[in-house]
């Protein structure tokens, strides 16, 4: 499994790249994190396992590019659904 984390202003992505289960690439999940003035730890906003309908990428670093993505385009266009 590969993991990359991105701050987008008063959010956090979390980004994950896990191996297929028959070994032919990366799926990609994301999570989105709502932070409070400041903390260290937010709540969960957001989360999508399986992105792209599970497509399978041929190296992690692929895979993760594409969460990153997600979990910014999730911030730009659909930010009701991250308030709370």
Not at 6 to 15: F, L, Q, S
Not at 55 to 70: G, N, Q, S, T
Not at 73 to 80: G, H, K, N, V, Y
Request: hydrophobic share 35%; charged share 25%; net charge positive.
């Amino acid at each position: 499994m590969h993991f990359d984390k991105r701050v987008e202003g008063p959010y956090r992505i979390y980004a994950g790249a896990v191996q297929a289960t028959q070994g032919r690439g990366y799926c990609a999940s994301v999570v989105v994190s709502r932070n409070k003035h400041g903390s260290a730890c937010g709540r969960e906003a957001y989360r999508e396992e399986g992105l792209a309908c599970r497509h399978c990428w041929e190296f992690p670093d692929e895979a993760l590019i594409y969460a990153v993505a997600r979990g910014r385009e999730i911030i730009a266009r659909q930010p009701q659904m991250l308030s709370g």
